[in-house]
């Protein structure tokens, strides 16, 4: 049987690269991977420091891969200021099935005790790295004592994208193989039907969601901080609001929110600003919800719970008099997949973003040390200096000036952000297997968009059921998203999980990344608004203000003629 | 013979004196005989002589016929039967199989349909009901007695008898022969066994997991894991043959354990029987039931 794939596998293409994009290999081994730009949580240029660090999140991967024998690796690799990822087998072509095998049971057993791992071992860990980084005093800490807990703080780094990939890998092939068993013992009823029996449980973002909700009641209790968010900009309304008592007190309840849920920036990555820093996205989700009384966060959970109770008793029913080996499978991935609907957000709260954001306050405190000390023009410029260049001038009484060598990075990333990434590098090596792993990565990642059919019409992956028509709003950052209205159709790149507040106010999501898996069509779902993800194109061919018809069950985006 | 027996509508397989009731038919009454010694799924028959009852004031019965108004004693005695079933399986509305049980005195039944009739997955009386008209009714249909009509046969003297029995949900089903089919060895036990009800394995809709294992000792001296891909499950009314999820196709679907149990069940039937055998049985939450047992009819150099 391995050798019959081996033998129907399409023959690699090697990738021309396009002029403007020159690619240096190392090796001709690494030219023959196919090497992706992962458009969902990389989209943009990276800095150099940045690039460091997704360094350390890929190996956090390769380490978790080794812990679950995993026969595949990811080499990952700035191209152009662009990262680039490949997966490579980390055993030999005969090895590959029996290695499988070993990692599909490594996987199991994880699975089994999700739950349990979760909060008996990984949670307590994680927590304790965010104390350990909230115990330190960065303000005050002496420069050699800054540059050790800079070293620490990799080290702990590296431990989380590890624990990172650990938590994902068994949470995400729990919720892809369950729908896997599901469309086999249940063929022919949509896309969305398996995911109907995970749905309604609550997770972290949700519970941001839902907390800026309910910020949103307590604004509306004082007029006057009705007034200021009604009658300002977002960007204006925290300075609005130092005028009044009740002004100040509802900042005071806007930093208690943010403390908690503001930890975040609106990519992933550590050059975006988080919510703490600049509240500017939260207001604008405020704004909006000051404007609307029809909302019951908790009652719309409550009905999504129903509905998934109901349809996993009728699942059950149906499967009584199936052999026993079938309905075990069903009940042990159900468990596991409902675990992994929490984790699959939870997560990313507590690692993706938690731990990013005490990883940039230190960075920026390292910067606003260099840049009193002139080695650089601004803290944030810090991020373009490379991690050895950084351990060079912390701690430094006289750090070397690096301000044109800055600017030289600079421009270079602003002349590469010009230029669109092609998707692929390298060689074609056709798609991924059909196993349980490449069937999830299609599932999260959304496989190829496929080919244009007719100008007006976008096709993607069904993400979210329903259809609606709204006028279209291309969102390129969440300081964009203040042009989004009450029922428009929010068109973006991707919708990391601090965009989905704006999931209540948007009739539908259009992404050009994303699969059904994807976090915009998980939550998307839970807020039951219609979703096509994966376009490809979205933010390319749609322009503000068209008309949209979208098409959740079909994946498809129907742009209305002038 | 007891002419109580002779006119009784039901016997019980494996209780009393079922053994003595000439109106069961060939499949029953071989169970009668099993049950004695072996784990069959309870089953009561509803003989010949209901047959007879529910004919007198009519010469054909229409398969779509209501047992309540064609005959309302067989009817009654039929509900009783069933919930009795019931108690001997623990549960109020148990799943039966229905299937038509021949009676030989009238050689042109074994040329007749009616003879293979089996409705499976049956639930509640009305439905056990329905089932047994429409054995019925595959004898003595205007259609049925057309075709006698035109073949010269008798248009009375064909009888059957109904089975109506405890339908296993079965985890595995497997075919077993007491001696070797394709060689003819009598030291050899082979087994086929697969996913789900038997009806894949017997219809040949799947290639089965496959044993040849040696009387003396037990041994295995031959394995095949077939790559399984059709399994027979249980659906609302009835039956349906599936696919076998990814996961399980290349599973083995039995132990050494079962191997073992299955190939001292059919030693012990072929012991039992006096001929080599070949029987249906099924496992379902670990236990192994013995469904049917007959004689290996084709057999190469039998002695």
Known sequence: MPSAEVMQRPEPVAIAAPPNFPVAWESPDDERLSWTQDRMHNPDPLLPLERSFWNIVYAGFNRAAEAYEMPTRIKARPVNTYYYIALKPAVSPEEVEAQGKRADAQIDAAMARLGELWRGEWLPEIQSHLAWWDAFDLRGAAAPDLLEHLEETLKRAARLWELHFRIVLPTYMAMSQFDDLYRELFAGEGAFRSYRLLQGFDNKTLEAGRALWELSRRALASA?????????????????????????????????????????????????????????????????????????????????????????????????????????????????????????????????FASTHRVR???????????????????????????????????????????????????????????????????????????????????????????????????????????????AKVVRSLAEATKLRQGDVLVAETTAPPWTPLFATAAAIVTDTGGILSHCAVVAREYRIPAVVGTGRATAEIRDGQILEVDGDAGLVRIDPV | MDSEVATRSIVWIGEGDCHDCVLLGGKAA??????????????????????????????????????AS????????????????????????????????????????????????????????????????RCWASLCSPRALEYRRKHGLALDGARIAILVQQLIPADVSAVLFSANPVTGSRDEVVINASWGLGESIVGGTVTPDSYVVRKADLAVVSLQVAEKRRMTVMAAGGTREVDVPRFMRDQQVIGADQVGEMTRLAMALEERMGHPVDVECAYHAGQLHLLQCRPITTLIGSR
């Open chain 1, 224 to 352: 006057e901080v009705r007034r200021t968010l009604e009658g300002h900009a977002a960007g204006a309304v925290l300075a609005e609001l130092g005028k009044t008592p009740a002004g100040r007190a509802f900042q005071q309840e806007l930093r208690l929110y943010l403390e908690v849920f503001g930890l975040r920036g609106e990519k992933w990555g550590l050059s975006y600003p988080s919510w703490i820093e600049d509240p500017t996205a939260a207001i604008k989700n405020l704004k909006d919800y000051i404007a609307r009384s029809d909302r019951d966060p908790r009652a719309e959970q409550a009905t999504l719970a129903d509905a998934r109770d109901r349809a996993i008793a009728e699942a059950r029913e149906r499967l009584q008099g199936y052999p026993r080996p079938v309905v075990e499978r069903f009940e042990f991935l159900l468990k596991a997949a409902h675990q992994g609907a929490v984790l699959s957000e939870d997560h990313g709260f507590w690692i993706d």
């Open chain 2, 30 to 67: 071989n169970l009668c005989h099993l049950a004695a010694t072996h784990r069959v799924p309870p089953a009561f028959c509803l003989t010949a002589a209901a047959f007879d009852r529910a004919l007198t004031r009519r010469p054909t019965i229409d398969e779509h016929a209501s047992l």
């Open chain 1, 361 to 471: 306050r230190l960075l920026l405190e390292c910067g606003r040390r260099l840049a009193d000390a002139h080695a650089i023009a601004q803290a944030a410029d810090v991020l373009y200096l490379t991690l050895d260049e950084l351990r060079g001038l912390v701690g430094e009484p006289s750090p070397g000036d690096h301000r044109s060598g800055v600017v030289e990075r600079q421009a270079e990333v602003r002349h590469f952000r010009a230029i669109s990434p092609p998707p692929v590098l390298g060689t074609d090596n056709g798609p991924p297997p059909d196993d349980p792993v490449g069937r999830f990565f299609g599932k999260f990642f959304g496989g190829p968009p496929p080919a244009p059919e007719a100008p007006s019409v976008l096709r993607g992956n069904a993400g979210s059921p329903g259809k609606v028509r709204g006028p």
């Open chain 2, 70 to 133: 064609l005959s309302p004693d067989v009817y009654a005695e039929l509900s009783e039967a069933y919930r009795g079933l019931g108690q001997r399986c623990g549960t109020d509305a148990p799943s039966v199989a229905v299937r038509s049980s021949a009676l030989d005195e009238d050689g042109a039944v074994a040329s007749f349909a009616g003879q293979h009739e089996t409705y499976l997955n049956i639930v509640g009386p009305e439905a056990v009901a329905a089932a047994v008209v």
